[in-house]
C-alpha cells in the first residue's frame, strides 16, 4: 500500500537533497522514511496519513507552549494582517528587544536576526571586529548552527587545529578555530597559557544540548568565565537552546556567570524564524550602523515573527511555566527511573528542566569523547518501538527530548509505559 507520507517522500527525494531542508529530520541514522507532518496541535503532531503522535521534538526546541498555541496563533494572525515585513523599524522589535534585555543577565542591546545560525556567526564577527583577534576557540560536540568557521570539530586526543566537519569549509579557515573537549580543565588551561591573548571569542553551549545533554561542571564554566576574563577573549554563551528554557534568564541565571556575548534563538521566536545576539552597550556599539562590524537582514526583526516570540514569552510568564515545567520534568524522572533500572543493557535519564536525554549508556557523559558509538545502534528499534505506539522522539540517538506546557503528567506517564514496552522486549 503506498500511503501518502511515501509518496511525498518519493517526490521529495526529487526536488530536494534526502527529501529535507535539515539532515536532522532524515531518517538515515534509524532507517525508515520521514513523517511528513501535515498538523500539529498541543503536545500532538499528525502525519499525511492522519497517523497521530505524540510529540517529544517540539520542533527541536522552539515550541516550550506546545503546537499551535491559541495565543501565539491569535498573535501571528492580528500582525500578520497588519503587514508581513516593512524592512523598517516596527514596535514589536522593541517591545521583544526589551524583553531579552531585562531576561538575561549583562545584556543591554540586543540585535534580531532570522536564525540561530546568524546569530552565532554574527556574535563571532563582533567578537573578532571588536578584540581584533581571529582565533575561536569551540568544543567538541557543541553545535552552533552551519556557519563556516564553526562547523569544525575534532577527535579526541590533544588541543587540535580545527578540521573542517564539512566539505566546502576551507582547511585555512578552519585552521582559525580551536575545538577542546568539554570538561577538561587541563586542556582548556593549556591552551589559554599558549594562545591565550589571540583568541577572539570562545563560544560554548553552556547546557550542551545538540550532542546528548553533556551538563558541564561549574567549576568547568567558572574556569572558562576566569581564562576569559584574564585573556581578553570574550565568552559567548549559545544560548538558542538553553534561552527562555531552562529559565527567565537561561543558562546564565542557572549557573550564575554572565557572559560577554549571548546568542538566541527557537522560543524566542515562538515557531517563527528568529535568532538574536546580544551583549553590554560598549560590544554592541561595534555593529554597523553604530560601528564597523557588518551584519544586516531583510527579514530581521519581522513583525510577525517578533509578535509570535512576545506571545510566547508572555504566556511563559502568566502560566508559571518553569516550575510547571521542572514538574513534568521530575515526573518523568521519577517514572523512569525504575523502567531504566531494570533495562537489560544500560541506560540512564540526563535532565535539567524540560531537556531530557535517554543516554543509552552507563555512567555520567560530560564531553562528546566519552559518547559511546554503539548506541545509535541499540537507539533504531527504541525510536520504531516508540513509533509504532504513537510516540515521536528525535531520529537519532544522540538528541534530546523537549517537554512543552503543552504535555500533561499522563502524557508523560505514557511515554514511560511506552518506553517500558519496548525496552523490555529487547
Ligand atoms: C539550533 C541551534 C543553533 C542553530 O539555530 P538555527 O535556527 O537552526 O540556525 C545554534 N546553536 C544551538 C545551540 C542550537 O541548538
Known amino acids: 500500500m503506498t500511503t501518502t507520507n511515501a509518496a511525498l517522500y518519493e517526490r521529495a527525494i526529487r526536488v530536494i537533497p534526502g527529501g529535507v531542508d535539515s539532515p536532522v529530520r532524515a531518517f538515515r541514522a534509524v532507517g525508515g522514511t520521514p513523517k511528513f507532518f501535515a498538523e500539529a496541535q498541543g503536545a500532538y503532531v499528525t502525519d499525511a496519513d492522519g497517523v497521530r503522535y505524540l510529540d517529544f521534538v517540539g520542533s527541536w526546541g522552539p515550541l516550550i507552549l506546545g503546537h499551535s498555541h491559541p495565543v501565539v496563533v491569535k498573535a501571528v494572525q492580528e500582525a500578520a494582517a497588519r503587514g508581513m515585513t516593512y524592512g523598517a523599524p516596527c514596535r514589536g522589535e522593541v517591545d521583544l528587544a526589551e524583553k531579552v534585555v531585562a531576561a538575561y543577565p549583562g545584556l543591554e542591546q540586543v540585535r534580531f536576526v532570522s536564525s540561530g545560525t546568524e546569530a552565532t556567526m554574527s556574535a563571532i564577527r563582533l567578537a573578532r571586529g571588536a578584540t581584533g583577534r581571529d582565533l575561536i576557540v569551540k568544543f567538541s560536540g557543541c553545535y552552533h548552527g552551519h556557519a563556516d568557521h564553526l562547523l569544525v570539530a575534532a577527535g579526541s586526543g590533544l588541543v587540535t587545529h580545527g578540521q573542517p566537519s564539512s566539505a566546502g569549509v576551507p582547511a585555512d579557515f578552519a585552521a582559525l578555530t580551536r575545538v577542546l573537549p568539554l570538561d577538561d580543565d587541563q586542556k582548556l588551561k593549556a591552551l589559554f597559557a599558549s594562545e591565550g591573548q589571540k583568541i577572539a571569542a570562545v563560544i560554548i553551549e553552556p547546557i550542551p544540548a545538540n550532542n546528548g545533554l553533556l551538563l558541564q561542571r561549574l567549576e568547568f564554566l567558572q574556569l572558562l568565565r576566569k581564562l576569559t576574563q584574564e585573556s581578553g577573549a570574550l565568552l559567548i554563551f549559545d544560548e538558542v537552546i538553553s534561552g527562555f528554557r531552562v529559565g527567565l534568564g537561561g543558562a546564565a541565571a542557572l549557573y550564575g556567570i554572565t557572559p560577554d556575548l549571548a546568542t538566541f534563538g527557537k522560543i524566542i521566536g515562538g515557531g517563527m524564524p ?11 556599539k561595534h555593529i554597523a550602523p553604530e560601528g564597523p562590524v557588518y551584519q544586516a537582514g531583510t527579514l530581521s526583526g519581522n513583525p510577525v515573527a517578533m509578535a509570535a516570540g512576545l506571545a510566547t514569552l508572555k504566556v511563559l510568564h502568566e502560566e508559571k511555566a518553569w ?104
Open 274 to 284: 528568529v535568532g538574536a545576539y546580544g551583549g553590554s552597550r560598549q560590544l554592541m
Open 323 to 426: 516550575a510547571r515545567l521542572e514538574d513534568l520534568g521530575a515526573q518523568l524522572e521519577a517514572e523512569l527511573a525504575p523502567v531504566l533500572k531494570s533495562a537489560k543493557a544500560p541506560c540512564g535519564l540526563v535532565r535539567v528542566g524540560s531537556i531530557a536525554w535517554i543516554a543509552l549508556q552507563a555512567g555520567v557523559v560530560r564531553s562528546a569523547e566519552a559518547l559511546d558509538n554503539g548506541a545509535g545502534e541499540r537507539y533504531k528499534p527504541i525510536f520504531h518501538g516508540l513509533l509504532e505506539r504513537g510516540i515521536y522522539t528525535a531520529p537519532s540517538a544522540y538528541e534530546v527530548m523537549f517537554l512543552s506546557l503543552a504535555h500533561t503528567p499522563a502524557e508523560i506517564t505514557r511515554f514511560v509505559t511506552g518506553l517500558g514496552e519496548v525496552l523490555a522486549g529487547q
